[in-house]
Every structure is written in C-alpha cells, then in structure tokens.
Antibody, heavy 121, light 112 residues
C-alpha cells in the first residue's frame, strides 16, 4: 500500500526557517515524482512544485519559485519543503502527493495527511 | 490563480444527481490534456476520485463519473449521499503559464 506520511504541525514566527517532510513507503520512492500543494485557510489547492527523487530534478510553479526549496533524500525515502524566512502569509496546510500517470497524463494519485504551518508573531 | 473555473457550490437532496463543471481554455483542457478530479471531505486531505477524465481508482463507487468535451469537463454524482458532502476540485495540465499542474477553483457539494 502506498503511503505518504508527513511531519507534524509547526508554529513559527515571521523570519524563522522551516523544513517539513514527506516520507514515502509501499513503492520505489525514486521512481515517482513527488509534488507539494498548498491550501491556505478556507481556500483551494495550489501546486507549488515537484521533485523526481531519482535524480532530484525539480520544477517550481512561478508563484513559488525562489520562495521555497524542494529537496529529496533518497536514502530515507523522504521529500522536503523548506523556507529560509517565513512570512505570515505562509500560514497554510501543505500536502505532498505522488504523481501517477496514465497514457502520458499526470495526476496526484496518493496524498499525505498534510502539515499545518502557522506563522504568527 | 486558478485557470480552471468551477461553480462555488452545488446542492442536492439524497438520491439526486448533481454535476460539477470545470471550464478551462485552449491552453489546458482544450489542448487535449486530461482532467482529473479530487474529493476533499471536511478536515481531510484530498483524495483522487477520477483520473484521465473518466477512470475511477479502485474503491471509488461508480456513482462518480467524469466526462470531457472541448474546453470543459464535468463530474457527475448520481445517487447523492450524505457522505459525499465536501469540496471537489478538477485538475489538468496547462502549457501557457509554466505552471504545469493547475487546479480548479473548487466546488462545495452540500447534501440537503
């Protein structure tokens, strides 16, 4: 069974750094893209970026380029999302999701449970 | 910003049929890219409901079905049940914004 287990909720102050994680199991971690998706309070889903753990190829949405860093550690089957300097506007639920494909079309087949990040002074 | 437009809300009585539209453009759905649908029940993570326009993952009831035509797609829920109440999102691929994966604005389904 495919599972993506994310790290726990975080409460931070503006200007803090943060790295959250997403551990995959039940499949070959290096064979599938992992995506990060943001959901701000009461809002919809926004794709942030993806990483291919096999070679760490990474693509970002223009809205998030330069704002976050996506990485992966193949040795522990874990993807990360990190911020160098958080803002209050980063307060949101963050989901990781595995990209699956069907006839060349990619979709988010499995999701983590989400990590709630709260940023407040 | 979302480039796929959905109605903010739809509602129906138990047992009824409801549909949710997802309107895109010639840079996403109209360019031939597939549409996928996700269900997000209150307080939970999104879950894949329909992939590649009209395929259901294992475990998803056949009350859920998808279709696509031109620059739009639709999700239909037949035999609406109380447990279907939640938010539904469409998703596709867009070639114009370097965003790659785009989600719809989301639709809240309410069971009356």
């Amino acid at each position: 069974e495919v599972q993506l287990v994310q790290s726990g909720a975080e409460v931070k102050k503006p200007g803090d750094s943060l790295k959250i994680s997403c551990k995959g199991s039940g499949y070959i971690f290096t064979d599938k893209w992992i995506a990060w998706v943001r959901q701000m309070p009461g809002k919809g889903l926004e794709w942030m970026g993806v990483i291919y753990p096999g070679d760490s190829d990474t693509k970002y949405s223009p809205s998030f380029q330069g704002q976050v860093t996506i990485s992966a550690d193949r040795s522990i089957n874990t993807a990360h999302l990190q911020w160098n300097s958080l803002k209050a506007s980063d307060t949101a639920m963050y989901y990781c999701a595995r990209l699956d494909h069907y006839t060349g079309s990619f979709y988010f087949g499995s999701w983590g449970q989400g990590t709630l990040v709260s940023v407040s002074s | 910003q979302s480039v796929l437009t959905q109605p903010p809300s739809v509602s129906g009585a138990p047992g009824q049929r409801v549909t949710i539209s997802c309107t895109g453009s010639n840079s996403n759905i109209g360019a031939g890219y597939d549409v996928h649908w996700y269900q997000q029940l209150p307080g939970t993570a999104p879950k894949l409901l329909i992939y590649a326009s009209n395929n259901r993952p294992s475990g998803v009831p056949d009350r859920f079905s998808g279709s696509k035509s031109g620059t739009s797609a639709s999700l239909a829920i037949t035999g609406l049940q109380a447990e279907d109440e939640g938010d539904y999102y469409c998703q596709s691929y867009d070639i114009s914004l370097s965003v790659f994966y785009v989600f719809g604005t989301g639709t809240r389904v309410t069971v009356l």
